[in-house]
């Protein structure tokens, strides 16, 4: 494997989802030179696959402190409550600047509901007591990286570098160089050119989206395996909350298909969490778990269905919205619509079979509401951050949310503290990717094992459901899977795969050992060893931090 030549920025994005896209976009308006890595094409990540939509405060009768109410009942009073009403009130002027980049929300013409043009549609989904979810039918997700794509794209001031893998944050802690530890940008596979490149910057923003790779069944796309939480971590940055993982509670069921996620807003719009029962009919069940019912917050829907689909023996629940029209299932959720007909069911005559699975994570590198994560030229955004807004449970269509309004707090953030984010003169002798004495393996098989091993426990163990005792399990297995890896890390050149798994590892580790520091049950982390939720541990994050005695 060849060394190629450093390349120099403004400011380093890693990460091409809505927070690195408009992260960048907003450095790039204010004049600064920036670079955008993606790990495959520039439009692969979760944000392409989010089907609500974006939780904001639009209609006069919604408010911002509703909207922070209940943002802070589905996060179990772990939410900081500060942090939470800046990104509520800072949603509208995100969406506003979205609208001017020529993004399409759904209106309530479209869906035959008015003949007012403008007014847009806005769904419901679990935890939110009012409609605020702006949408682009159900593909919201797709339509937003679409647009921030085009804008970008258009912009002279971003460089986009697609199939380049960030292997690790070049700090100054890691290098030698004394004082506070400072991050001057990344080592970063050039997939296709075979070389490592460094990447020298006066910011690195890590924008690498979630972790949902680490367990067996996920709705995230193959390249979500927690890589910027990893780097976080290996470079000095604090984790905290990393027991709170979220898993949706309603993937599609169908083994012959790939992970399709049945959106929340199918519930939002009325559809009901049913099971089949001994006599064979098909009865709700969630009335018995929440008052609000199949619109209860995530953590609770999904710990309901695994309750009654091991209660009773079951492969899946269903998801029942018979009642309403074909056309318009058809016009609300037309991608929906599409999948389900290609499992053979028709959602407007057909029960839906849904199973829950990794979503999203609720803890990362934990940084401020300016993305700062107290490393300096330091940034992270998007999923692989924690910020405080999501709390022990991501209230439904806030991520988006928070991608677009803290990506914005993290460019005027930088723009302040820029004179002393300055590269330094030593940070000019930062070293180019070494491969000392690595050789081409023979011995792949060891990672496609390893891979597999650990998201296979990671489902089994570290769960929607767990105890004491298999999250011990879990540490001990991974304990030795992690020094495994480490040693073929330094054995052999780096491969794309070789990055994934050292990456999940090292999230997988994090996950248990957070998991396993927490006494209690709260939000998205339930064992059943201390089912109750512990008042003096409100507000009380878990943070796990690496020691720079040894290089791991």
Request: proline share 3%; aromatic share 8%.
């Amino acid at each position: 494997m060849n060394n190629s030549e450093c390349l120099e920025f403004d400011h380093l994005v890693i990460g091409s989802g809505v927070a690195g896209l408009s992260a960048a976009l907003h450095l790039a308006n204010a004049g600064y030179q920036v670079a955008v890595l993606s790990k495959r094409t520039v439009d692969e990540g979760n944000t392409k696959y989010a089907q609500g939509g974006i939780a904001c405060v639009t209609d006069i009768q919604d408010t911002f402190d509703e909207h922070v109410q209940d943002t802070l009942i589905a996060g179990a009073r772990l939410c900081k409550e500060a942090v939470v009403r800046q990104i509520v009130e800072a949603g509208p002027a995100a969406i506003r600047e979205l609208i001017e980049d020529g993004i399409h929300f759904t209106t309530r013409g479209e869906l035959g509901m008015t003949e007012e043009p403008g007014e847009y549609h806005l769904g419901r989904e679990g935890g939110h007591h009012k409609r605020r979810i702006l949408h682009a039918g159900d593909i919201t997700g797709a339509e937003l990286e679409e647009t921030l794509i085009r804008t970008c794209r258009q912009h002279a001031n971003i460089t986009f570098f697609e199939y380049h893998i960030a292997i690790d944050l070049i700090v100054s802690q890691r290098i030698g160089i004394p004082g506070d530890n400072h991050c001057f940008g990344a080592y970063v596979l050039d997939v296709r050119g075979n070389t490592v490149k460094t990447f020298r910057s006066n910011t690195t923003t890590l924008a690498c989206g979630g972790a949902g790779k680490v367990y067996l069944y996920t709705c995230n796309p193959d390249v979500s395996c927690g890589s910027g939480i990893a780097m976080g971590y290996r470079a000095g940055a604090k984790i905290v909350n990393m027991e709170f993982i979220q898993f949706h509670p309603t993937i599609l069921y169908n083994p012959q298909m790939r992970s399709f996620l049945i959106s929340e807003a199918v519930r939002g719009e009325g559809a009901v969490l049913k099971v089949r029962d001994t006599d064979g009919r098909y009865v709700e069940f969630m009335q018995k778990y929440h008052p609000m019912k199949s619109l209860a917050p995530r953590d609770v829907v999904a710990r309901a269905i695994d309750n009654e689909m091991k209660r009773r023996g079951e492969e899946c629940v269903y998801l029942d919205i018979r009642h309403v029209p074909e056309e318009k299932l058809k016009l609300r959720f037309p991608n929906i619509f599409e999948k389900c007909l290609e499992s053979g069911i028709n959602m407007s005559k057909d029960l839906i079979p849904v199973v829950p699975a990794a979503h999203f994570v609720c803890g990362g590198v934990e940084t401020d509401v300016n993305g700062y994560t107290g490393i300096h030229g330091l940034y992270a955004v998007g999923e692989c951050a924690c910020t405080g807004l999501h709390g022990a449970n991501r209230l439904a269509s806030n991520s988006l949310l928070e991608g677009l309004v803290v990506s914005k707090f993290v460019a005027a953030h930088i723009q302040r503290a820029l004179p002393s984010l300055k590269r330094e003169p030593q940070a000019l002798q930062v070293p180019v990717w070494s491969c000392g004495n690595a050789t081409d393996s023979d011995e792949q098989v060891v990672i496609a094992h390893n891979w597999e091993e650990i998201r296979r426990f990671m489902w089994d163990y570290v769960g929607i459901f767990r105890t004491t005792k298999r999250l011990e399990r879990a540490k001990a297995r991974i304990k030795m899977i992690r020094k495994e890896i480490e040693k073929y890390y330094w054995d052999f050149y780096v491969t794309p795969d070789l990055l994934e798994l050292r990456n999940i590892a090292t999230v997988a580790e994090l996950i248990i050992d957070s998991a396993l520091s927490r006494k209690e049950s709260r939000g998205l982390h339930y064992n059943a060893d201390y089912p109750f939720l512990d008042p003096d541990l409100d507000g009380v994050d878990t943070v796990l931090q690496r020691s720079f005695r040894y290089y791991d």
